[in-house]
């Protein structure tokens, strides 16, 4: 059983050995797309007065088969042991030491549709490039992406989406 409460490197070397550190990393980013887009669902689940019960038959249902074993386990944990207050400093301290034992960086790559493997390989090769050290690449569908892409690698953020090169254009044109 994978236990990210006492050691996070435990937790990293036993996704590692499992061949699902990817997985892993990729339902982090899924994890929270969905609460950053779906009102609700991440006050329902953080929330302190909310059972451990309710919060673990919200999350079975709204998650269903969206996110991989491994992820479903660590949450289950989370909110078994009244800890998902800690989840973002949990994730982000797991995602800091994955980059500094991997010498690498993870970027999130939001479109409206899927990116072929050509496309992923292109866009990782040239932030590889860019950051002089490995990327691990997620291409997450968002519907707040109409067309075009947004890239968030680390701390950085590139929007080039077709929302964003609109509104360039109306504040070019309001001048």
């Given amino acids: ?3 990210y409460r006492y050691n996070l490197k435990e937790l990293l070397s036993a996704l590692e050995s499992a061949g699902e550190l990817d997985f892993f990393v990729t339902d982090i980013f899924r994890f929270n797309l969905v609460c950053e887009e779906n009102f609700g ?3 329902l689940l953080f929330d302190e007065h909310i059972a451990r019960e309710s919060k673990s038959e919200y999350f079975n249902q709204v998650f269903a088969g969206m996110l991989g074993n491994n992820f479903r386990e660590f949450m289950r944990q989370l909110i078994e042991n009244n800890d998902l207050p800690f989840y973002d400093l949990i994730s982000r301290k797991f995602i800091e030491l994955l980059g500094r034992e ?3 960086v993870f970027a999130e790559v939001l479109t409206a549709v899927d990116l072929t493997p050509e496309q992923q390989g292109l866009i990782q090769k040239e932030l ?5 050290k490995k990327v691990y690449l997620h291409n997450i569908v968002s519907r707040n992406v109409l067309g075009g892409l947004v890239i968030k690698c680390g701390e950085k953020m590139l929007d080039l989406s077709l929302q964003s090169g609109l509104e360039q254009l109306k504040a070019a044109l309001a001048v």
């Fill in 1 to 3: 059983m994978l236990n």
């Fill in 41 to 43: 669902v991440r006050e």
């Fill in 128 to 132: 590889e490039r860019l950051e002089d």
């Fill in 102 to 104: 991997k010498n690498s």
